[in-house]
C-alpha cells in the first residue's frame, strides 16, 4: 500500500513541476517580448537566410510590415546599402561557422529608398533548434551627421588656417610659469617652417623669437600668466632664416576657483606684408615731408635772396660807379675795389640760394647731356685727384634734354664733388648716362617724380656710404657732415633745386660700407619745343644810349637811386616810380611815350610782368627789361609772347646792365 501510494503521487510533482518550468518560459518569452517591443533598437532574427523575426522597432524604422518582413522569400538584402552587401554576407558566413564577429557600421535603405546609417551587432543563436543569426541594430544617421558636420567644420577650420597666414595654439598653463602645449594647428610651416609637431616642443617657439624683440615677447607671456588677454606684435626668425613679423592674440579662462590654473587660446598671424606696408608707408610720407620742408625752406631762402640780392645791386652799382669817378692812383680805389670783390662774393652767394629755392633764372638749350659729361671730364679730374678712377659710361642713344648748361656742370661738379669727399683714401667715381622710362611703380615709390620719358645721369662713388640718419637731411641748406670750415652745406641743396627747377629730381641709394649713387632725371626733349636763347646781346664799348625814355620802376628805393643815375649817365632819359600804380599814373601822364620799361618784377603792388602786360594794351611795341633777386618762371606766362622783353638778373654790373640796355634797343648809331 505504502508502496502503491508513492507510485501515485510521483506522476502528480512531475506534472507540478513541468507546470512551473512552463510558466517560467512563459515569463521569459513575455519579458523577452517586451523588450524587443520597448527597445529603440532594431532587433531580429535571421534564420536560414529567412527573417523570422522583427521588433517593432524594425517596421518604424524601415518601413516594411511584420508580414512583409516574415513573408516567404522576403530578400532581406534590398534592406542593406548595395556597396555593403557583399561585407555583409561575408560577415554572416563568419557567424555561422561559429566565428564573434564584433559590431560594425553599414548604411541600411528603407522602404522609401532613404539611407539610414547603423551599427549591428550581432550573436549565433539556436532557433527552433535550428542554428540563427540575432541582430541588434542601432539607428546612428544623426550621430554620422553630427560627425560628417564635425569633421567639415575641421576642415573648413583647417583650409581656412593653412590658406590664410594664420595659425592656431592651446595650453594649459600655472600662474608658476609651468605649462603644457594641448595643440598647435594652421598654417605653421608657411610661417615658421616648422610642422606642428615640432613647433609643440618645448622651447621651439621661444627659440624662433627675434633676440631685439625678446623683451616683447616676454611681456606678453608674462601678461597671460597673469590672467590677461594679451596681444603683441614681435618679429621671428623662421627655419629658413627669414624674418618675419608676426601678431600673437591669447584669451584665457581659468579653470579652477583659486585662479592659480588656466587654459589659454591663441592665434598667431603673419603680418609681415602689412608690416612691409606700413614701412613703405611711412618711407613715402618722410619723401612727402621731406619735400614739402624743402619746398618750404626754398621759398625761405629765395626770399632772403631777393632782398640781399637788392642791397647787393646797390653796393656793387655805386662801387663801379665810384671807379668810374675816381682816377687810377687814387688810394681810395683799392678799398672800393674791396667792397666790390665782397659784394661779387655775396651775389655769388645768394645765386646758389636762387639754385637751392628753384628760382635762378634758367638759359635753356637743347643739350646733349652725354657730350657735356664728356666735356667736363678734363676739369674734373684735378678737382678729384689722382687717387680716384674716373670712369664714364654713356649711353649711346641717350635722349636729348632742354637745360641751361652751365646750371647742370654745376649739379655734376656739386655731386663730384661730394663723392670725391667721401673717399678720402680713394677710389672710384662712375658716371653714367641711359634712358630711362619711368611708370606708375616708380611713381608710387617716388612721389616727386612723374611718368614720361627721362635722361638719367648716375653718378656713384665707392666710400662708405651715406647712414639713414644722414640720408634723410642731405638735400637741407647748410646741412654738411664736413668739419667746420670745409664746406658750406649748400652744394647738394642747390643741385637739388637746380634740377627740381628743370622739371626733374635726384634719388639717392646707398648702403653704409657700400658707397653712394645719385640719379639725376631728366625730361627728355620732345620735337617741338623751341630752344630760346634769352641771353642779352651787345657789346663792352661805346654802351651809352642816345635820349631814349626808360619808366624805371623799383620799390627798393638804394636800387632805383642807382640805376636811375647809371643810366641817366649813360644817356638815357629815366622817370622813377617806387610801384606799379605810380608807373601807370606816370605812364598817362607822359602820353605813354617811353621806349621801354624796366621794372622789378617783385612790386608791393602788382607784379612787374602784370605791369608790363597791362602798359602792353596801350602799346603793343613797348619794349621791357625785367629784374629781380628772386623770380618764378611762372611770372612771364601771363606776357604775350610776341612781345620784346629781356631778363637781367639782380645784383648787375654796371656793364651787364648798359649791355641789357644796348641788346633791346639797339645801336643809336645804326
Same mark, same amino acid.
Given at each position: 500500500? +505504502?508502496?502503491?501510494?508513492?507510485?501515485?503521487?510521483?506522476?502528480?510533482?512531475?506534472?507540478?513541476?513541468?507546470?512551473?518550468?512552463?510558466?517560467?518560459?512563459?515569463?521569459?518569452?513575455?519579458?523577452?517580448?517586451?523588450?524587443?517591443?520597448?527597445? %529603440?533598437?532594431?532587433?531580429?532574427?535571421?534564420?536560414?537566410?529567412?527573417?523570422?523575426?522583427?521588433?517593432?522597432?524594425?517596421?518604424?524604422?524601415?518601413?516594411?510590415?511584420?508580414?512583409?518582413?516574415?513573408?516567404?522569400?522576403?530578400?532581406?538584402?534590398?534592406?542593406?546599402? *548595395?556597396? !555593403?552587401?557583399?561585407?555583409?554576407?561575408?560577415?554572416?558566413?563568419?557567424?555561422?561557422?561559429?566565428?564573434?564577429?564584433?559590431?560594425?557600421?553599414?548604411?541600411?535603405?528603407?522602404?522609401?529608398?532613404?539611407?539610414?546609417?547603423?551599427?549591428?551587432?550581432?550573436?549565433? #543563436?539556436?532557433?527552433?533548434? /535550428?542554428?540563427?543569426?540575432?541582430?541588434?541594430?542601432? $539607428?546612428?544617421?544623426?550621430?554620422?551627421? /553630427?560627425?560628417?558636420?564635425?569633421?567639415?567644420? @575641421?576642415?573648413?577650420?583647417?583650409?581656412?588656417?593653412?590658406?590664410?597666414?594664420?595659425?592656431?595654439?592651446?595650453?594649459? /598653463?600655472?600662474?608658476?610659469?609651468?605649462?603644457?602645449?594641448?595643440?598647435?594647428?594652421?598654417?605653421?610651416?608657411?610661417?615658421?617652417?616648422?610642422?606642428?609637431?615640432?613647433? =609643440?616642443?618645448?622651447?621651439?617657439?621661444?627659440?624662433?623669437? !627675434?633676440? &631685439?624683440?625678446?623683451?616683447?615677447?616676454?611681456?606678453?607671456?608674462?601678461?597671460?600668466?597673469?590672467?590677461?588677454?594679451?596681444?603683441?606684435?614681435?618679429?621671428?626668425?623662421?627655419?629658413?632664416?627669414?624674418?618675419?613679423?608676426?601678431?600673437?592674440?591669447?584669451?584665457?579662462?581659468?579653470? $579652477?576657483?583659486?585662479?592659480?590654473?588656466?587654459?589659454?587660446?591663441?592665434?598667431?598671424?603673419?603680418?609681415?606684408?602689412?608690416?612691409?606696408?606700413?614701412?613703405?608707408?611711412?618711407?613715402? @610720407?618722410?619723401?612727402?615731408?621731406?619735400?614739402?620742408?624743402?619746398? =618750404?625752406?626754398?621759398?625761405?631762402?629765395?626770399?632772403?635772396?631777393?632782398?640781399?640780392?637788392?642791397?647787393?645791386?646797390?653796393?656793387?652799382?655805386?662801387?663801379?660807379?665810384?671807379?668810374?669817378?675816381?682816377?687810377?692812383?687814387?688810394?681810395?680805389?683799392?678799398?672800393?675795389?674791396?667792397?666790390?670783390?665782397?659784394?661779387?662774393?655775396?651775389?655769388?652767394?645768394?645765386?646758389?640760394?636762387?639754385?637751392?629755392?628753384?628760382?635762378? %633764372?634758367?638759359?635753356?638749350?637743347?643739350?646733349?647731356?652725354?657730350?657735356?659729361?664728356?666735356?667736363?671730364?678734363?676739369?674734373?679730374?684735378?678737382?678729384?685727384?689722382? $687717387? #680716384?678712377?674716373?670712369?664714364? &659710361?654713356?649711353? *649711346? $642713344?641717350?635722349?636729348?634734354?632742354?637745360?641751361?648748361?652751365?646750371?647742370?656742370?654745376?649739379?655734376?661738379?656739386?655731386?663730384?664733388?661730394?663723392?670725391?669727399?667721401?673717399?678720402?683714401?680713394?677710389?672710384?667715381?662712375?658716371?653714367?648716362?641711359?634712358?630711362?622710362?619711368?611708370?606708375?611703380? !616708380?611713381?608710387?615709390?617716388?612721389?616727386?617724380?612723374?611718368?614720361?620719358?627721362?635722361?638719367?645721369?648716375?653718378?656713384?662713388?665707392?666710400?662708405?656710404?651715406?647712414?639713414?640718419?644722414?640720408?634723410?637731411?642731405?638735400?637741407?641748406?647748410?646741412?654738411?657732415?664736413?668739419?667746420?670750415?670745409?664746406? +658750406?652745406?649748400?652744394?647738394?641743396?642747390?643741385?637739388?633745386?637746380?634740377?627740381?627747377?628743370?622739371?626733374?629730381?635726384?634719388?639717392?641709394?646707398?648702403? %653704409?660700407?657700400?658707397?653712394?649713387?645719385?640719379?639725376?632725371?631728366?625730361?627728355?626733349? +620732345?620735337?617741338?619745343?623751341?630752344?630760346?636763347?634769352?641771353?642779352?646781346?651787345?657789346?663792352?664799348?661805346?654802351?651809352?644810349?642816345?635820349?631814349?625814355?626808360?619808366?624805371?620802376?623799383?620799390?627798393?628805393?638804394?636800387?632805383?637811386?642807382?640805376?636811375?643815375?647809371?643810366?641817366?649817365?649813360?644817356?638815357?632819359?629815366?622817370?622813377?616810380?617806387?610801384?606799379?600804380?605810380?608807373?601807370?599814373?606816370?605812364?598817362?601822364?607822359?602820353?605813354?611815350?617811353?621806349?621801354?620799361?624796366?621794372?622789378?618784377?617783385?612790386?608791393?603792388?602788382?607784379?612787374?610782368?602784370?605791369?608790363?602786360?597791362?602798359?602792353?594794351?596801350?602799346?603793343?611795341?613797348?619794349?621791357?627789361?625785367?629784374?629781380?633777386?628772386?623770380?618764378?618762371?611762372?611770372?612771364?606766362?601771363?606776357? *604775350?609772347?610776341?612781345?620784346?622783353?629781356?631778363?637781367?638778373?639782380?645784383?648787375?654790373?654796371?656793364?651787364?646792365?648798359?649791355?641789357?640796355?644796348?641788346?633791346?634797343?639797339? &645801336?643809336?648809331?645804326?
Amino acid at each position: 500500500m +505504502t508502496d502503491h501510494g508513492r507510485t501515485e503521487k510521483r506522476p502528480v510533482n512531475e506534472l507540478e513541476t513541468l507546470r512551473r518550468k512552463v510558466s517560467r518560459l512563459e515569463e521569459s518569452e513575455a519579458l523577452v517580448r517586451a523588450i524587443a517591443e520597448q527597445s %529603440p533598437n532594431m532587433i531580429f532574427v535571421n534564420a536560414g537566410g529567412n527573417i523570422v523575426f522583427v521588433n517593432p522597432r524594425c517596421e518604424q524604422l524601415l518601413g516594411y510590415t511584420r508580414e512583409e518582413f516574415l513573408s516567404p522569400g522576403f530578400d532581406f538584402m534590398k534592406l542593406i546599402a *548595395p556597396e !555593403h552587401r557583399e561585407r555583409i554576407r561575408e560577415n554572416l558566413g563568419r557567424h555561422m561557422s561559429g566565428e564573434d564577429i564584433p559590431p560594425y557600421e553599414y548604411s541600411l535603405v528603407t522602404k522609401n529608398g532613404m539611407r539610414m546609417e547603423a551599427l549591428i551587432n550581432t550573436k549565433l #543563436i539556436a532557433f527552433r533548434g /535550428a542554428p540563427a543569426i540575432l541582430g541588434i541594430v542601432t $539607428d546612428i544617421t544623426e550621430r554620422k551627421g /553630427a560627425e560628417m558636420a564635425i569633421r567639415f567644420s @575641421e576642415d573648413r577650420y583647417r583650409a581656412t588656417t593653412e590658406l590664410t597666414s594664420d595659425f592656431s595654439y592651446g595650453f594649459r /598653463a600655472d600662474t608658476r610659469g609651468a605649462f603644457e602645449i594641448e595643440w598647435i594647428g594652421g598654417a605653421t610651416r608657411s610661417i615658421t617652417g616648422y610642422t606642428n609637431q615640432e613647433l =609643440a616642443r618645448e622651447g621651439v617657439w621661444h627659440g624662433l623669437i !627675434h633676440p &631685439d624683440d625678446a623683451v616683447i615677447a616676454d611681456q606678453h607671456r608674462r601678461g597671460i600668466l597673469q590672467g590677461e588677454s594679451s596681444m603683441a606684435e614681435y618679429r621671428i626668425v623662421a627655419k629658413d632664416g627669414k624674418v618675419r613679423w608676426v601678431r600673437d592674440q591669447t584669451r584665457m579662462k581659468w579653470l $579652477d576657483k583659486e585662479h592659480s590654473r588656466m587654459r589659454i587660446w591663441g592665434a598667431v598671424q603673419d603680418i609681415s606684408d602689412q608690416k612691409r606696408a606700413e614701412r613703405e608707408k611711412e618711407r613715402m @610720407e618722410a619723401q612727402l615731408r621731406q619735400a614739402q620742408k624743402m619746398e =618750404a625752406v626754398g621759398r625761405l631762402a629765395g626770399g632772403v635772396a631777393h632782398d640781399f640780392n637788392n642791397l647787393i645791386t646797390a653796393i656793387t652799382g655805386y662801387s663801379d660807379i665810384l671807379l668810374k669817378e675816381l682816377k687810377e692812383g687814387d688810394p681810395m680805389r683799392a678799398d672800393i675795389m674791396e667792397i666790390r670783390q665782397a659784394g661779387k662774393r655775396a651775389a655769388a652767394l645768394t645765386r646758389q640760394l636762387l639754385a637751392f629755392s628753384r628760382n635762378q %633764372p634758367l638759359e635753356p638749350h637743347i643739350v646733349d647731356l652725354n657730350g657735356l659729361v664728356s666735356g667736363i671730364e678734363r676739369m674734373l679730374k684735378p678737382i678729384i685727384g689722382e $687717387d #680716384i678712377e674716373l670712369v664714364l &659710361d654713356t649711353a *649711346p $642713344d641717350l635722349a636729348r634734354v632742354k637745360a641751361d648748361t652751365g646750371q647742370v656742370e654745376q649739379v655734376i661738379m656739386n655731386l663730384a664733388v661730394n663723392a670725391r669727399d667721401a673717399m678720402p683714401g680713394g677710389g672710384r667715381l662712375a658716371i653714367a648716362t641711359r634712358n630711362v622710362h619711368i611708370g606708375p611703380h !616708380h611713381v608710387r615709390v617716388f612721389p616727386e617724380s612723374r611718368q614720361g620719358l627721362f635722361a638719367c645721369l648716375s653718378i656713384r662713388d665707392t666710400g662708405a656710404g651715406i647712414p639713414d640718419t644722414v640720408r634723410s637731411h642731405i638735400f637741407e641748406p647748410f646741412f654738411t657732415t664736413k668739419e667746420e670750415g670745409k664746406g +658750406t652745406g649748400l652744394g647738394l641743396s642747390v643741385a637739388y633745386g637746380i634740377i627740381s627747377q628743370h622739371g626733374g629730381w635726384i634719388n639717392v641709394y646707398s648702403e %653704409p660700407g657700400h658707397g653712394a649713387e645719385f640719379k639725376v632725371y631728366l625730361p627728355a626733349f +620732345t620735337m617741338g619745343e623751341t630752344d630760346r636763347d634769352n641771353a642779352s646781346k651787345g657789346t663792352l664799348a661805346n654802351l651809352g644810349g642816345a635820349g631814349q625814355s626808360i619808366l624805371l620802376v623799383e620799390d627798393e628805393d638804394s636800387v632805383r637811386l642807382f640805376a636811375a643815375r647809371l643810366l641817366k649817365d649813360n644817356g638815357y632819359r629815366v622817370c622813377e616810380a617806387a610801384s606799379a600804380r605810380e608807373a601807370l599814373d606816370i605812364y598817362e601822364k607822359a602820353g605813354g611815350a617811353f621806349d621801354l620799361l624796366f621794372t622789378d618784377i617783385v612790386l608791393p603792388d602788382m607784379p612787374g610782368p602784370r605791369l608790363y602786360n597791362q602798359l602792353l594794351e596801350k602799346n603793343p611795341s613797348l619794349k621791357a627789361v625785367l629784374t629781380s633777386g628772386y623770380s618764378d618762371e611762372r611770372s612771364f606766362e601771363q606776357i *604775350p609772347g610776341d612781345s620784346s622783353h629781356v631778363f637781367i638778373q639782380k645784383p648787375y654790373l654796371v656793364e651787364d646792365l648798359l649791355k641789357t640796355m644796348r641788346g633791346i634797343l639797339g &645801336d643809336p648809331s645804326m
